[in-house]
C-alpha cells in the first residue's frame, strides 16, 4: 500500500509538473511575443499610467485664450469605411407625431439606436484591438479572455484620463521645408502622399519648427494633409482607404521612448501604408498598442489645430478627449478637442 | 651614459606610442569620416520595366508592368537610392534607347527587364563599357547576376498540390489531369511551368499523363475548352493546373455551371490581384472561402520585385559579391496562408 501510493504520488507529481510545464510554455509564448508592461504585470491602463495629476496640471497651462479648436470630424453615413463596414443610426421620434405627446404639457422626447462598427470616424484604438497571435498588451494571452460579444480584459474601461498635453507636429510643412513633399493630385490641400514614410527625423525636424520639446504623458498629432481626402467623402474614400502616408517603425519606436500617451493622425491607420515591409501587417500598430500601450486615434481632424499652430507658432495645447466606459470593446468613436 | 642612453631608450618607444596612438586616432577618425559618407551616400539607380502598358500581363501571369514599378518605388523608400524609371514597352529597340540614356545620365547601376535576347546582349555590352554595373531581370544579361522567377520549381508546387489532394481525397480513382491555358506559347516560361506542373504530378501520380488544354490565352475560351472536355469525362475525377489565374477563374466557372463542383479542384499560377485580395474583399481565396474548388494559386510575387531586387542592387553598389542567379522562393497561396504572404490592409 505504501509502496502503491508513493507511486501514485510519484505519477500525481509528474503530472503535475507537466502540467505546469504546459501553463508555462503558454505564457512563455506571449513573453517572447510581447513586451512586459512597464506598470506591472496586471496592469490593463497601458499609457494613460502616465497622465498623472502634475501631468494634467501641467497641461492646464496650455489653457491661455480658452479658444477651443475642433478637432474630430463628424459621424456621418458615407464616410470613408472598409468593406461592409457601415454607421448607422436609427431615430425614435414616435412622441413627435400628432397625439403622440406625453402629458398635459405634451412632452416630446427622441433618441438613437446606434448600428455602428466601433472604428469609424474619429476613433480610438483600444488595447484589446491589436495583437500578435493571440498575445495582447503586457502579454495577455487574449485567447482565454474573449466572448462572443466583449473582451473580458483590455476594455476601453480600463483607460484612466486624456486630460493631457497636445501637441500638433505639422508633417505638411516640415516636407514643404525640407523640398521632399510629394502631394497626391487628389488632395485640395498639401498632403503628404499616401505610401511616405514619416522618420523620427521628420518627427524631430516638427518639433523643432515650434521649438517644442515631447514630455511624458503627451498626446501627439501628426497633420499630413491626407484627412483633406476624408472631407471628400464619398468622392475620394477609395483614394483615402487605398493607402497613406504615416510613421514608420524607428519613428513609432522613438515616439514610445519619449513616453507618450497617444499618436493620433488625420489618417485611418496612423503609420505608413504600404507598410515599409510588404510582409508585415501594420507593425506600428503592434508596436505602440501591444508592446507599448499606447494608443491610436485616427481620422483625427488636424487640419485647423496645425494651421492655429501655424499662425500661433505654438503647437501644444490642452486636450479635451474622453473615452465613454463601454465594457470589454477594443476602440470607439470619440469628439477631440484643442483647448488653447 | 647608459642611464641616458636608457632614458632615451625609454623614451623612444614612448614617443613612438604617442605618435603611433595620434596616428591610429587619425586613422579612426578618417575611416568614421568614411563611414559616416558611407552612411549617407546615395546611390542612382534606374530601372528600365519590361512593359508599362496596363492590358499587357507580365510573362502572362496577370501582373501589369505598374505593379512591378510601384513596387521599386516602395521598396526604395528606406534604402539611399535615387530611383530613375524607364518602360521598355516591350519594344527591343526602346530598351537599347533607355539603356543609351541611362548611361549618358551616369547612373551608378541599371535594373534590366527586357525579353529581347539581342537587345539584352547588346545592352551587357553597353555597360560593361560604360564601367556600370547591370542586374538583369528574368531574362539573363551576358555578365549580368540574374533575378528570376523559377517557372519549373513553381510549376511542381501546382503538380504536387493536384496530386497530394488527390491520394487525399480521391484515392479510389484515378483522376484525369489538364493543364489550361495558353499552352501553345513558345515562351520558354510557359514550357517550364507545363514541364513543373508534369513532374510534380508525376511525383504524386506516376501514371497519370496531363493533357494540354489551349486556350490561346483568352479566358472565355478557357472556360469554353474545359466546359467541352468535362463533357467527355463525365464519370471521371478532373484535376486542373491553370497557366495563370484568369484561366482558373474561367475554368471555376466551367465547372460551377457543369454542376461539377465536387469531381474538380484547381491550382493556378501566379497569384495575382485578381484571385485575392485584402479582408474585406473576399475574394477567390480568402480565409473565409476555405472550400474552394480553386484550392490555390502558386506566388511569383512580381509586385514584391522590387523587395527583392533591390537588396541584390544594394549589395552590388557595396561592391559586395551577389549571386549568378537569385530565383524567386515560389509558394503556394491558399485560404490558409494568404493574409501571411499578402497582408491585407483594408481595416481600420
Same mark, same amino acid.
Given at each position: ?249 524607428? #519613428? #513609432? ?88 | ?348
Amino acid at each position: 500500500m505504501r509502496y502503491a501510493s508513493i507511486v501514485a504520488s510519484v505519477i500525481l507529481s509528474a503530472l503535475a509538473l507537466l502540467g505546469n510545464l504546459g501553463v508555462a510554455e503558454a505564457q512563455s509564448d506571449c513573453k517572447t511575443l510581447v513586451k512586459a508592461s512597464p506598470f506591472g504585470p496586471d496592469d490593463q491602463v497601458g499609457a494613460t499610467n502616465r497622465i498623472t495629476p502634475a501631468v494634467t496640471k501641467a497641461a492646464a497651462a496650455e489653457i491661455q485664450t480658452g479658444a477651443v479648436i475642433p478637432m474630430a470630424f463628424n459621424l456621418v453615413d458615407g464616410v470613408p469605411l472598409f468593406g461592409t463596414r457601415f454607421t448607422k443610426t436609427i431615430l425614435t421620434s414616435a412622441s413627435l407625431v400628432p397625439g403622440g405627446e406625453y402629458g398635459k404639457n405634451k412632452l416630446t422626447y427622441m433618441e438613437d439606436t446606434y448600428l455602428s462598427q466601433s472604428h469609424v470616424g474619429t476613433h480610438i484604438d483600444g488595447m484589446g484591438h491589436i495583437g500578435i497571435m493571440d498575445c495582447y498588451y503586457n502579454q495577455t494571452p487574449m485567447g482565454k479572455f474573449v466572448t462572443q460579444n466583449s473582451i473580458k480584459k483590455l476594455g476601453l474601461e480600463n483607460l484612466k484620463t486624456f486630460a493631457t498635453r497636445g501637441v500638433i507636429i505639422d508633417m505638411v510643412k516640415v516636407f514643404q521645408d525640407a523640398g521632399k513633399l510629394k502631394t497626391n493630385p487628389a488632395c485640395r490641400t498639401p498632403c503628404l502622399d499616401g505610401g511616405t514614410v514619416i522618420t523620427e527625423a521628420d518627427i524631430q525636424a516638427g518639433l523643432k519648427m515650434y521649438n517644442v520639446t515631447l514630455r511624458e504623458g503627451d498626446a501627439v498629432f501628426l497633420h499630413t494633409g491626407w484627412g483633406d481626402l476624408f472631407t471628400q467623402f464619398p468622392a475620394q474614400n477609395a483614394t483615402y482607404n487605398k493607402a497613406e502616408p504615416g510613421i514608420g517603425k524607428t #519613428a #513609432a519606436q522613438w515616439l514610445a521612448d519619449q513616453k507618450v500617451v497617444l499618436v493620433g493622425t488625420d489618417t485611418w491607420a496612423v503609420e505608413v501604408i504600404p507598410s515599409e515591409d510588404a510582409m508585415e501587417a501594420f507593425p506600428v500598430h503592434a508596436l505602440l498598442l501591444t508592446d507599448n500601450g499606447i494608443h491610436i486615434v485616427e481620422n483625427v481632424r488636424t487640419d485647423l489645430i496645425a494651421a492655429e499652430a501655424a499662425s500661433s507658432k505654438r503647437a501644444s495645447f490642452f486636450l479635451s478627449m474622453t473615452v465613454p466606459k463601454a465594457m470589454g470593446t477594443t476602440g470607439t468613436f470619440i469628439n477631440i478637442e484643442a483647448i488653447r | 651614459m647608459p642611464g641616458t642612453g636608457f632614458a632615451e631608450c625609454n623614451r623612444a618607444p614612448a614617443l613612438h606610442m604617442k605618435r603611433r596612438h595620434f596616428l591610429l586616432a587619425i586613422l579612426a577618425v578618417a575611416s568614421s569620416a568614411r563611414a559616416a559618407n558611407e552612411e549617407v551616400r546615395r546611390f542612382r539607380v534606374a530601372f528600365a520595366n519590361l512593359n508599362e502598358e496596363l492590358a499587357t500581363s507580365i510573362e502572362g501571369l496577370g501582373f501589369s508592368g505598374v505593379e512591378i514599378r510601384r513596387s521599386f518605388e516602395l521598396a526604395s523608400r528606406s534604402l539611399p537610392l535615387d530611383m530613375m524609371y524607364y518602360d521598355n514597352g516591350g519594344d527591343a529597340e526602346k530598351a537599347l534607347v533607355n539603356a543609351a540614356d541611362a548611361v549618358s545620365r551616369k547612373v551608378d547601376l541599371l535594373i534590366e527587364y527586357n525579353s529581347d535576347t539581342a537587345a539584352n546582349a547588346e545592352i551587357g555590352r553597353q555597360l560593361k563599357t560604360a564601367g556600370i554595373p547591370v542586374l538583369a531581370i528574368n531574362h539573363a544579361i551576358p555578365g549580368a547576376p540574374l533575378y528570376t522567377a523559377d517557372h519549373l520549381a513553381a510549376g511542381r508546387i501546382a503538380g504536387q498540390t493536384l496530386g497530394q489532394f488527390a491520394k487525399q481525397n480521391w484515392s479510389d480513382r484515378t483522376p484525369v489531369v489538364v493543364i489550361l491555358g495558353d499552352v501553345a506559347d513558345p515562351s520558354p516560361s510557359v514550357a517550364a511551368r507545363i514541364q513543373g506542373v508534369t513532374e510534380g504530378l508525376r511525383q504524386e501520380l506516376p501514371n497519370v499523363p496531363p493533357i494540354l488544354l489551349d486556350s490561346a490565352g483568352h479566358s472565355v475560351r478557357a472556360e469554353g475548352v474545359l466546359a467541352k472536355f468535362l463533357g467527355t469525362q463525365t464519370r471521371r475525377k478532373v484535376l486542373v493546373a491553370t497557366l495563370d489565374d484568369a484561366s482558373a477563374l474561367a475554368a471555376k466557372s466551367a465547372v460551377e455551371t457543369a454542376g461539377r463542383t465536387s469531381d474538380c479542384v484547381i491550382v493556378s499560377q501566379g497569384a495575382s490581384r485578381i484571385v485575392h485580395g485584402g479582408a474585406s474583399e473576399k475574394k477567390e481565396i480568402d480565409p473565409a472561402n476555405r472550400g474552394s474548388i480553386i484550392l490555390g494559386s502558386v506566388a511569383y510575387y512580381f509586385d514584391r520585385y522590387g523587395y527583392e531586387v533591390l537588396p541584390i542592387a544594394m549589395q552590388m553598389l557595396r561592391g559586395e559579391q551577389v549571386p549568378a542567379q537569385t530565383r524567386t522562393n515560389h509558394v503556394l497561396i491558399s485560404a490558409r496562408n494568404v493574409f501571411r504572404e499578402y497582408p491585407p490592409y483594408d481595416m481600420n
